[in-house]
């Protein structure tokens, strides 16, 4: 189904999320999601002003046939127009060497590209974090405004994976900190 047919036929599902009565405040709802961890990405594109970057908890798998994933991306972001309006996007899946990443493309005001040895573009245009273990090139195939966040779904069609041997430990937010999932981890 191409992206318009799939926007058109979704826009009568669509609804002023902000209209809707609830009793929750947003600061119970953010503490209730602190105490659930989250595996931590960086979403690259590129961008008519140069390449774009952020860091995401909210990547989530929904069909591996077809590959298809989606995020959610706040208005608060520098990068969220950006990505937003990209055909294509570079999903990194982190692991705790990866954290210095995580935390430069968590970070605001500063350039996330500045640095020439930590990235490179590629052929097809997107940045690529050099020395990520896992990583999908997707193609943006539907967008939908829920509250403060725009949800972005995507169709993987290039994906780098090392041997699950060689892989270390995935990279975890939870409670405001970084956090590795590992041996130690692990229940009986």
Known sequence: MKHTAMSERRAGLRADFS????????????????????????ITAITPD?????????????????????????????????????????????????APIARLCASSGIDRFADPMIWSSLTTGEPLFHGIESWLRCRIIDRMDAGGS???????????????????SPLVYHNRAWHRLGDHSLLP
């Open 19 to 42: 209209a809707l009565p609830t009793g929750v405040t947003p600061e119970a709802f953010k503490t209730a999601f602190r105490n659930h961890p989250a595996g931590v990405a960086v």
């Open 50 to 98: 140069g390449p774009v970057a952020l860091t995401a908890t909210s990547v989530v798998s929904v069909s591996a046939e077809p590959p298809i994933l989606i995020f959610s991306l706040s208005a608060l972001s520098s990068a969220s127009s950006g990505i937003r309006a990209a055909e294509t996007i570079v999903v990194h899946l982190l692991s705790e060497k990866d």
């Open 150 to 168: 725009t949800v972005v779904a995507a169709q993987a069609v290039q994906v780098s994976t090392a041997e699950p041997a060689a892989q270390g």
